[in-house]
């Protein structure tokens, strides 16, 4: 397990459409542990391969409730709205407002292909959401309403 380089706006492979897993070898086992760890070090909510400059379908993201992991996710449904900050790892130090759907319903395959669907309200939404536009090389700052704000985060004790 390693950290990851992580990808800052600019990077001409954060705009890429990122390719589907179409089996799980040892080296994207350990890319996703290398993902999680890179999140987690980050004090990220959520992380998208091409972040870490890998062109694959892969999302990890935990919200505080455990890792998902997300390998080929595709957006089923959405419904209702909300509006609120939203930054990224690739473009630190900032966030805007974004306006995304309040629930999301996505099917993916896990860290083992397994295939489920999973469900999201609120921050797990809009995490699900933000992290799936990075696969088709879309950036938050396309959606901001007004400006970009710095943000600064307290370094935990």
Same mark, same amino acid.
């Given at each position: 397990?390693?950290?990851?380089?992580?990808?800052?706006?600019?990077?001409?492979?954060?705009?890429?459409?990122?390719?589907?897993?179409?089996?799980?070898?040892?080296?994207?086992?350990?890319?996703?542990?290398?993902?999680?760890?890179?999140?987690?070090?980050?004090?990220?909510?959520?992380?998208?391969?091409?972040?870490?400059?890998?062109?694959?379908?892969? /999302?990890?993201?935990?919200?505080?409730?455990?890792? /998902?992991?997300? /390998?080929?996710?595709?957006?089923?449904?959405?419904?209702?709205?909300?509006?609120?900050?939203?930054?990224?790892?690739?473009?630190?130090?900032?966030?805007?407002?974004?306006?995304?759907?309040?629930?999301?319903? /996505?099917?993916?395959?896990?860290?083992?292909?397994?295939?489920?669907?999973?469900?999201?309200?609120?921050?797990?939404?809009?995490?699900?959401?933000?992290?799936?536009?990075?696969?088709?090389?879309?950036?938050?700052?396309?959606?901001?309403?007004?400006?970009?704000?710095?943000?600064?985060?307290?370094?935990?004790?």
């Amino acid at each position: 397990m390693a950290l990851r380089t992580i990808r800052v706006q600019g990077d001409p492979v954060l705009e890429k459409i990122c390719k589907p897993v179409k089996e799980l070898t040892p080296r994207t086992k350990e890319l996703i542990e290398d993902m999680l760890d890179t999140m987690y070090e980050a004090n990220g909510v959520g992380l998208a391969a091409p972040q870490v400059g890998i062109l694959k379908r892969i /999302v990890v993201i935990d919200v505080g409730e455990g890792p /998902v992991v997300m /390998v080929n996710p595709v957006i089923l449904e959405t419904s209702g709205e909300q509006t609120g900050d939203e930054g990224c790892l690739s473009i630190p130090g900032k966030a805007g407002q974004v306006t995304r759907p309040n629930y999301v319903k /996505v099917h993916a395959f896990d860290e083992n292909m397994e295939e489920y669907e999973i469900e999201g309200t609120e921050l797990m939404a809009r995490a699900m959401c933000h992290e799936i536009d990075h696969l088709d090389g879309h950036l938050y700052v396309e959606k901001v309403e007004g400006q970009l704000h710095d943000v600064t985060y307290e370094e935990e004790e």
